[in-house]
């Protein structure tokens, strides 16, 4: 079955606080919405492991499992796993591949049966085929020639290919490359042939953009830079950072347009949660929300409002007294006084009777 998816920085130097990655969170399933995204260039299959049924590797980063039946329509012997095969470099294949692995597989009668299966969606995978002469049927899909030899031939859900030459020929029999369009986790396939018909064969997509990780919830001291992190697969073609779900501008923020949002000598004007919008070949999705609280009593910015922030602030302060300079300023009207260290204390209090603690 084919499976289709559907307040202002201070003199002391800041502490810099690097939001981590959280607990891995899986895919995030987003609604596909179709749109007017640029169309990534298709990654093409890394195959890592092939015993006979049994072929498995990467495609832009996402797994991918080919099984057959019979177990030796899988050809390991005569499959490429080193990218060292060229047989793809040919203007007959959209696009070439100057270097490349590759699968043999075998079509025999009265059918191979095989299954692609992939972590994540691809969308509209394209195979190269080589000395193809057989018939491969795609239930329920629709391929779609894009390039090759005249005897390659696409009617409905069947490909077609004639037998030309014998081998070693490297190009004996048809050629060329067919598409699937859609947006796919599993495409079954059946090629018939009525002997044994070998067929070197290639894999090529777009991953879907999706999320595997997302930022946690974070605290930070006043003037510290923070950053928020997003890790994902797939051909993301527009990344868009979002402050209380309102975007936020990529030029006053350049890092707004990136996986990584980067906030310097943040304040209490930078709290509030914040999200990634991700727009791929398949659609839009968006992260989870993460919060950024400014603890303001962190005098130290280790993390925690704590009795060590109240020694420390004091300590600073009588040295502000001795050198002039305004470090413990707490309510910026430079002077440093006995006013600063009561609003300190006040804001250590609430901080550690709230999030801060």
Not at 60 to 86: C, K, Q, R
Not at 177 to 200: E, H
Request: hydrophobic share 40%; proline share 9%; with cysteine.
């Amino acid at each position: 079955m084919n499976t289709a998816v559907p307040p202002r920085p201070r003199t002391r130097p800041p502490q810099r606080v690097a939001i981590g990655v959280a607990t891995l969170l899986g895919v995030l399933v987003a609604a596909v919405t179709p749109g007017p995204a640029a169309r990534a260039q298709p990654f093409f299959a890394d195959w890592e492991s092939v015993t006979p049924g049994l072929a498995q590797g990467e495609l832009g980063g996402i797994g991918v499992t080919l099984t057959s039946v019979p177990a030796s329509a899988i050809d390991p012997e005569n499959s490429i796993t080193n990218e060292s095969s060229n047989l793809f470099n040919d203007p007959r294949f959209t696009p070439p591949l100057a270097a490349s692995d590759l699968l043999h597989i075998r079509a025999s009668s009265p059918a191979s049966s095989f299954t692609l299966t992939f972590d994540f969606p691809i969308e509209d995978p394209i195979i190269h085929l080589v000395s193809f002469a057989s018939t491969a049927t795609f239930p329920g899909l629709a391929p779609v020639k894009l390039s090759g030899d005249a005897t390659l031939t696409v009617s409905g859900e069947t490909v077609s290919g004639v037998a030309i030459g014998p081998p070693p020929i490297p190009y004996n029999d048809s050629n060329g490359t067919i598409q699937l369009p859609g947006t796919f986790t599993s495409i079954t396939f059946t090629v018939l042939y009525p002997s044994i018909d070998g067929i070197y064969i290639q894999l090529g997509g777009s991953a879907c953009a999706h999320i595997t990780s997302a930022p946690g919830d974070q605290r930070a001291c006043p003037g510290a830079d923070v950053e928020f992190v997003v890790q994902g697969l797939g051909n993301p073609v527009e990344f868009q950072w979002r402050k209380d779900r309102v975007d936020i501008d990529p030029k006053s923020n350049p890092s707004a347009a990136t996986p990584t949002l980067m906030l310097t000598g943040v304040g209490l004007a930078d709290e509030g949660s914040y999200d990634l919008v991700v727009t791929g070949a398949c659609g839009v999705l968006t992260s989870p929300p993460a919060a950024l609280t400014i603890c303001i009593a962190d005098f130290n910015c280790d993390g925690v409002a704590n009795s060590t922030d109240v020694s420390d602030f004091i300590n600073q302060w009588f040295q502000d007294q001795l050198d002039g300079t305004l470090i413990t300023d707490r309510d910026d009207n430079g002077v440093v006084n006995s006013t600063d260290v009561s609003g300190f204390i006040n804001d250590w209090f609430a901080d550690t009777a709230g999030s801060c603690a």
